[in-house]
């Protein structure tokens, strides 16, 4: 470590900069929102920097600086001027009273450097990499910043309120140490992030009410993992993840989703074969209520989105029953990812003005659905859970009245590294079929629309 990170308090405390430029400008921001009071001297002010010194209601002399007349009573200096005489000269009288001095563009002449911040309400964040490359430390506060919700300051806020209330409720450290998690962790972290701070009192009060069976209470995500490519997670998605303490997910979900998983979080396989239930409807709902019941957080993680053809209602039921909390993220369903992937729109102003899912999964050896209504001129149908009764839904489309040219496309393990997508009509697709070997998943994608393919194919595998 080259350089001690340490939160100075400069609320109402006197700081000098000298210089009138750009890098005086960035440092008179960053100490003004930290509450300094920033005096600057320079003869020169850029007019954004001078603008800015009188809304913040700080002082200034526009003069040059003499060195005689500096007073002493400075928390800290910042020597910004473009003249290295100058600077100089301000860092040695720095020196001389012991006041911590930072010189633009000299390292070596640094009591201290200003680190990248990432600034969330009382929560800071402060990123140095040494002064070795500020570009560098700016991408890092990017890419942190990316995983710190802008409300992620207004809960340390919030829990700040009630350190010491806890402290004096829960008095055993370890009991203590998991109240905390929960409550960071857990619904009242998650009403803060949607804004809903009445609710969050509510939760915490009812919490510190009885905080054992606090501890015991978990919750239950119902995450969307949409069809394959990582990517497609929606933030809230991924978030949720990171605080799983256990993941329920079905074989739809791609090795890299999973991938993003802590190795410590427990995993557990519930998915099903098209004709073997590995485990049970009811066994899974079942479940999630007892890992919630141990005080866990459980991810229930189901390809593409839970809600369409993904039972995501028969679990959210039992949950409802049980009266354990849930959340339910929704996640990007197959036929919207493998349309996109396949440069294939759903609807076009040309060409189709509808679309509906149907799934084309056989009972009993046949497909129930109501062909006469799937089919209307300007209509996109996507089929999911088809492959098998892929020859069936093609013939049974042309006999109750469809084209036997209309287009139509198979897309295998969309938007994946192994995505392909097929492209024939509905008479020739039994043969092309019988010729190509398709694996699951996939979808089969019927309409005019089709014939976009070839043109709007983006996505090389
Ligand atoms: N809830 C899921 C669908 C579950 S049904 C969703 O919203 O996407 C399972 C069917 O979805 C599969 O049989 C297949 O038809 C389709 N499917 C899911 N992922 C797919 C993928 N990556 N590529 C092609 N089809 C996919």
Aim: hydrophobic share 40%; glycine share 8%; aromatic share 8%.
């Amino acid at each position: 470590m080259q350089y001690f990170p340490l939160f100075y308090n400069l609320h109402r405390r006197k700081c000098l900069i000298i210089g009138g430029g750009n890098v005086a400008r960035r440092r008179a921001k960053s100490l003004i929102r930290a509450g300094a009071k920033v005096h600057l001297i320079s003869k020169e002010i850029e007019s954004e920097l001078e603008s800015f010194l009188i809304e913040s209601d700080a002082s200034f002399e526009k003069q040059a600086i003499d060195i005689n007349k500096l007073k002493n009573d400075y928390m800290l200096i910042v020597a910004a001027t473009n003249d290295k005489a100058a600077n100089a000269a301000v860092a040695s009288f720095a020196y001389e009273n012991r006041i911590p001095v930072n010189v633009a563009d000299d390292r070596s002449a640094c009591d201290f450097i200003f680190p990248s911040i990432i600034d969330r309400a009382s929560l800071t964040v402060a990123i140095s990499n040494s002064g070795k490359s500020p570009i560098l430390s700016r991408l890092l506060k990017k890419q942190i910043g990316a995983y710190l919700p802008s409300a992620f300051g207004e809960l340390s806020d919030f829990v700040g309120e009630y350190r010491e209330q806890v402290k004096a409720a829960v008095t055993e450290d370890d009991e203590r140490k998991i109240f905390w998690e929960n409550v960071l962790q857990g619904a009242i972290a998650e009403a803060i992030y949607s804004g809903k701070k009445q609710r969050a009192h509510a939760l915490f009060e009812s919490a510190l009410a009885d905080p054992p069976k606090f501890n015991l209470q978990g919750e239950v995500y119902l995450i969307g993992a949409g069809p394959g490519d990582p990517d497609l997670l929606t933030l809230k998605a991924f978030r949720l993840l990171q605080k799983a303490d256990v993941v329920l997910y079905d074989r739809l979900v791609s090795e890299k989703v999973m991938g993003l998983i802590a190795p410590e979080v427990e995993l557990i396989y519930v998915g099903k074969y098209r004709d073997s239930h590995a485990v049970p409807q009811n066994d899974i709902n079942q479940l999630l209520v007892e890992q919630a019941r141990k005080g866990k957080r459980v991810a229930r993680l189901k390809g593409g989105d839970p809600f369409i053809f993904g039972r995501g209602g028969e679990e959210i039921q039992t949950l409802v029953d049980y009266q354990v909390p849930f959340q339910i993220v929704p996640g990007i369903t197959a036929a919207s990812g493998c349309s996109a992937y396949a440069g294939i729109p759903l609807t076009h102003r040309d060409y189709a003005q509808s679309v509906q899912f149907v799934t084309g999964q056989l009972k009993d050896g046949t497909i129930d659905l109501e062909w006469s209504e799937l089919i209307s001129p300007g209509k996109t149908l996507v089929f999911y859970m088809g492959l098998k009764s892929l020859p069936i839904i093609c013939e049974s489309l042309i006999r109750h009245g469809m084209k036997s040219d209309t287009h139509v496309a198979l897309i295998e393990k969309g938007t994946t590294d192994e995505q392909r997508v097929l492209v024939s009509n509905l008479k020739e697709m039994g043969s092309v079929l019988a010729s190509e070997r398709v694996a699951s998943p996939s979808l089969f994608i019927v309409g005019s629309v089709v014939q976009l393919a070839e043109k709007l194919a983006w996505f090389d595998t």
